[in-house]
Each structure stands twice: as C-alpha cells, then as structure tokens.
C-alpha cells in the first residue's frame, strides 16, 4: 500500500548557537510580529542618547531643523517603501529627486511660471521618471535594480544639462513659504504628513494597496487569482518617482535654490530608512508609519553626528553600521517568528 | 431545463511534451456536472500535467477541449476561471503575510467606493467558512501561522467562493495529518452536495475510494483504466498503476 509514501521535504531553520539562549531568539521573533516598535524603540532610543550627549540637541532650533530636515528624507522614503513591497528597489530617488526640483527652478525662474504651476511640474517630472522605471520594470521586463540604476544616471545626467551644472536660486515668496512655520511646526512636515496620509488610505485600504502586498508576498499566487501584477508595478514605480518629485520641491523651497547635485547617495538614506521601518527587501512586509520613523532614526542619527562634529566620513560608517544591523535582526526574527 | 447529453468536460488526445520528456500521449478524459473523478496514478504518470492543461496554466501540444460540448482553448488559468472551473494547488497559492479573510477575497476584494469593504470581506468570509463548516480561530490571523490543513481549507473556501462548476485539487491530502485529511475529504463532499464536480489528484488511494464516484487511472501518460469507483477495487487500481493489469 501506498499510504503514507508522502514525498513531504521539512525544511528546518538554523537554530541560533546554544550560548545566545532563547531569549534572544524570543526577542527577536517578537521583534519581527512589532517592526514599527523596533523603529520607535531606536528612535527613542537614539533621542535619548543625543540630548545626553548635546545640550543642543533639544533646542528648539534644531527641532525645527530635525523637522525640516526630515520631510525631504521621508517623502522619498514613503515611495521608496511602496516599491519595497512588491518586492523591487528604487535607485533613482535621489537623482530624481535632483531632475524635479530644477525643473520646479526652471520653470520659476526662467520661465516665470506662478509657483503652483512650477511645484506641479517638479512633481510631473517625478511622476514621468517614476512612470518611465515602471515601464522598463514591467513591459521591458529589467530587472528592477538595473532599471531604476540606469534612471539614477539618466536623471542626474539629464539635471546637468538643463541646469549647465549652475543652482537656480532666490525664488518668489510664493514658492518658499513651504519653508516656512505654521507656529512652531514647519510647513514642510505637515506637507509632508499630508502626503503620508493620502498614501496610507492608498496602502491600507484599496483593493490596489492590497494587491501591493499580496505581490510582495507571493506574486505567482498573485498572479494566480488575476492581480495584474505589472499593472501594480507600474504604478508603484510611478508613485516612487512622484514622491521623489515631491521631496525634490521640498528641498529647492527649503534651501531657496535648485542645485544639480541635490540627492545624491540619497537612495542609500531611503533604503535605509525603509529597512530600520521594518520593510522587508524581499516585499510584502512592512508599514508607512514604521518608514516614517525609520527616516526619523536616519535623520536623528545624522543630527546627532552632527552635534558631536564627527566627520561626514565616520557618518557614512555609522550609517552603514545601522542598516547592517537593523537587516541582520530583522532577517533573524524572520527565522525564529514561526 | 432541456438535458445536455454533452459531459461538462470532455478532453480528446491531449498530448504534452516537456522537451523530450513525453509527459501525456493522447489521453481522453471527461468530467460530468457534479461528479467527483479521482485521478491517480505513480509520479511521473502525467496526473499534474493533465490538470494543469484543464486549469489553463500549460497549453496541450495536441488535443481538443470542450466544456459544454464548446470547443475551447484556455490560454491562462483566468481563461479557465471564466469557465467555472478552479484549482486548488498543491503548492498552495495563499500569501502568507495576508490574513485569512484578506487571501480567500484575494484580486476580488468587496469594495464600498474606492476602499475595500473590510467588514463585509469578514461576515461573507466568515460565512463561507462556516458554510463548509471550516474553523478558524481569527480571520485576522496571517495564513503563514496557520496549519496545513487550515491553509488547505483557506484555499479550498477561496475557489468555492466563486460559485464554481469544477474545483480541481492537486494533492490535497498530502501533507496533511490523517484528521486534517479526513476533514479536506470531507469538504470534497460538500462540494459534491453543492452540485460542484471535482477532479482530484492523490497518491492515497482509500482517500480516492472515499469520495470518488469515478477512478482514471495513468500510466506513462497514457489513460489505462476509467471506472465508476463502484466497480473496481483497491487492488486492481494499484496493478493498473504499476502495469500488472
């Protein structure tokens, strides 16, 4: 009889060395049900070491700054987080982010556009580039790390060339006011807040948000029950260049000026701040919120450097340092969760 | 209602070769309404090919299908969905992050305006699950968390949720501990009580004769016995399966 001849393969994970105990893993199987607390407990973590360390850090200047500072961080992240869930990788953010906020420059001050006109066009140009990586992705059939590379220097080259390398500066009180402060709070966060609003009814609660995760999650089984899934690609695509895009108008209101050099190595920033959020690289994993607080941590810890005059080039180091570790205990907690 | 003397699927000569690989070499195979045909046969016979060509996932490189006495050609499993017919696979199409209620309404979410509708994606999934008498702790319970045989009953609730004419299963007990077996068998009958025909695969054949009303069995891709379940025995069909028939 045959009963029973299952060819059943039982995959075991690795279990953690003896010496690190089941505490370790229960923690860090905890710690991948809870990513948002992971970020939020860093975040804080992370706060309370730099108003010990720096008397400045609690100021209200730099709060603001924080503030400020992390509204252009956190609108690439937010698109940065969708492509993330399906499973794909943006590259091009921070050059697009470059490409948008000239055009936004440009259509200023030389063509004297009123201010909404210009803010629009730098978040079409986003769009465009976003829409042109989603095309490559999904009817080219790149892959999306190639793709989105190619678009990282197709940008940054195309930003040189409009610009002549030179920074469109001393823009009209009708575009800088987003650099300015609703009370105490910048217009910049709230914008910004705003955007993450919109994009979390979007993710939360549509079919189209819905199929962003199940894509991430298994897209044959996706594709099995009839999700277009390159449709959703395309679209995630467009909707990371239109946050680039944003943030790119940000950035040229905040600083007064439009320079070509705007954003670069900012992918590494996006990236990293999904990751410490608590996306999962492989997709169909993570939150808004959680990539929110994981561009706070970013941005906290650049502050704190700051503060502590360490070298942009340990920067880099401590950066690198962090993203290491927030993947490596995520990809554990992954491993212990079931 | 004027009776179809046409089955409800009828497959003539499908051949599929898989480079040199002769996975089916002309076989014949019908399924009427509401029937339920156990389809076995040792591994390598062609059982999952043949399916998978009845599910629209592989295309026949020779051979007809009709549903309904209409000559058809599935080029995509939604091509076949179209028609009323589902599967069940064995490597189970679930999302594991989803929840329960989010995987049985995956791609065909209710929606209120442009927002899923979650609490009515909850009562209908929880109604369906009650209706095939399936228990599940909480809908809000990723299915990654969930036994197999929980997840077989998610995927089984998804393809009947579409008032289907045929669920094909591919392996639907393997795997399973023998409740959990017994318990998916027992959803085939329900299935059956709705008027739903089913074609399913196993390597177990007391769970063919548990609920089968008709036996075909394969060969090296060739159809050697087609039998009402009655009036075969479990010996025969092993010897038709190995070649000692």
Not at chain 1, 112 to 135: E, H, I, K
Not at chain 1, 160 to 188: C, H, K, R
Request: hydrophobic residues 50%; aromatic residues 8%; contains cysteine.
């Amino acid at each position: 009889m045959r009963d029973g001849e299952f060819e059943r393969v039982e995959v075991t994970l690795p279990r953690p060395p003896r010496w690190q105990g089941i505490r370790l893993r229960e923690w860090l199987s905890q710690l991948n049900r809870n990513r948002e607390l992971f970020a939020l407990s860093t975040l804080l973590g992370l706060s309370a070491l730099s108003s010990a360390l720096s008397p400045h850090f609690l100021t209200e200047t730099n709060l603001k700054n924080l503030l400020a500072h992390v509204s252009v961080l956190a609108a690439v992240t937010a698109g940065e987080t969708f492509v993330m869930l399906t499973g794909g990788i943006d590259l091009s953010v921070g050059s697009v982010l470059a490409l948008s906020g000239v055009a936004s420059g440009m259509a200023i001050q030389w063509w004297r556009w009123p201010a909404p006109f210009a803010t629009l066009a730098g978040v079409a140009v986003g769009l465009a580039c976003g829409a042109v990586n989603g095309f490559l992705v999904t009817r080219v059939r790149i892959p999306s790390f190639i793709a989105t590379l190619a678009m990282l220097a197709i940008a940054r080259g195309l930003t040189l060339l409009l610009s002549g390398g030179e920074s469109i500066s001393d823009f009209p009180a009708s575009f800088t006011w987003l650099a300015g402060f609703v009370g105490p709070i910048p217009v910049l966060i709230l914008a910004v807040l705003l955007l993450y609003a919109g994009l979390q009814v979007v993710l939360g609660a549509t079919p189209f948000g819905q199929h962003i995760y199940a894509i991430g999650g298994n897209e044959q089984a996706a594709r099995l029950v009839g999700i277009r899934a390159d449709r959703v690609k395309f679209l995630v695509f467009s909707i990371s260049g239109g946050c680039a895009g944003c943030a790119g108008v940000l950035l040229a209101a905040r600083l007064n000026s439009a320079y070509p050099n705007a954003g670069v190595g900012l992918e590494l920033d996006a990236i990293a701040s999904s990751v410490l959020g608590g996306v999962s690289f492989t997709g169909g994993v993570g939150s808004l919120v959680g990539a929110f607080m994981g561009a706070m941590v970013v941005t906290v810890l650049g502050t704190l450097l700051n503060l502590l005059n360490v070298s942009p080039f340990y920067q880099f180091l401590a950066k690198g340092a962090i993203l290491l570790l927030a993947a490596i205990s995520l990809a554990r907690g992954v491993m212990y969760a079931k | 209602m004027r009776s179809d003397p046409q089955p409800f699927v009828r497959m003539v000569g499908i051949m599929k070769r898989f480079g040199g690989i002769h996975a089916l070499r002309g076989v014949d195979f019908t399924v009427d309404r509401g029937e339920v045909v156990g389809l076995v046969g040792d591994n390598g016979a062609g059982k999952s090919t043949l399916i998978k060509i009845l599910a629209g996932v592989y295309q026949p490189d020779q051979g007809e299908l009709y549903i309904d006495g209409e000559r058809v050609r599935f080029k995509s499993p939604l091509d076949a969905k179209a028609r009323g017919i589902e599967t069940v696979y064995q490597e189970l199409a679930l999302v594991d992050q989803l929840d329960v209620s989010a995987n049985i309404f995956l791609g065909r979410e209710p929606t209120f305006g442009p927002f899923i509708d979650r609490s009515r994606m909850r009562q209908e999934a929880h109604a369906l699950l009650t209706s095939l008498q399936i228990q599940i702790d909480s809908l809000r319970t990723p299915v990654g968390q969930l036994s197999g045989g929980q997840r077989q009953a998610v995927a089984i609730a998804r393809a009947v949720r579409t008032e289907p004419r045929l669920v094909i299963f591919d392996e639907p007990t393997a795997a399973l501990a023998p409740p959990e077996a017994a318990r998916v068998l027992e959803l085939v009958r329900r299935l059956r009580a709705r008027g739903i025909a089913v074609v399913f695969i196993t390597h177990t054949l007391q769970h063919v004769f548990a609920v089968a009303d008709r036996i075909v069995v394969l060969r090296s891709g060739t159809k050697v016995a087609d039998r009402p379940a009655a009036a075969t025995t479990l010996e025969e069909v092993v010897r038709q399966m190995v070649g000692e028939g």
